[in-house]
């Protein structure tokens, strides 16, 4: 594998946790450099490790996992949105307000977890070609802690303006990004 193929493997592992960023950003009534680093670092670390996870298991659980990954990852991402819809649907101003600089660590982990899974896969993939597992794992985390970096800039610059329609669509967006990842591996969208 290429250098320039495994960029781009790296970025289109990132773009889930990218959206996902962007949603977070969204709701930030400021920008908090904290917790935009630990949502960079937590999707980074999460997109690096499940590559190498996949890598070291092979192929021998992917009949484990396979069948129920892409229901795994709609689960949390449908959870996580339809929460961040409630909260922007409810008239409380102080609970929205209380929720935008920080991330709590157990919503922190199931995005992490939610935007990885298909990582997981691609390592599988990944042990049956002759590549330097440390580089692509090292390219796949650092490449993803810059979008992420990016998505909470991006999503505070556009929600710092609209905080409560910035929080709905947000929500949308990730119960959208988990049915995408439900209907491509049921077949039913192929992108």
Known sequence: MSFIELTLLAVGLSLDAFSVSICKGLGMERISWRTTLMIACAFGLFQAGMPLIGWALGSRLLWLIAPIDH???FGLLAFIGYGMICDALSKD???????V??????ELLV???ATSIGAL???IALASLSIDIVAAV???GITTFALSVAGVLIGHRFGAV??????LA?????ILIGTKVLLEHLGVLVL
């Open 93 to 99: 101003d102080e609970v929205e307000r209380g929720s």
């Open 170 to 174: 947000g929500g949308i967006i990730l």
């Open 162 to 167: 609209h905080r409560r329609f910035a929080t």
């Open 71 to 73: 229901w795994i990852a």
């Open 138 to 140: 090292a390219l796949i």
């Open 111 to 113: 995005l992490s977890v």
């Open 101 to 106: 600089t920080r991330v709590p660590l157990r």
């Open 121 to 123: 896969a691609s390592g």
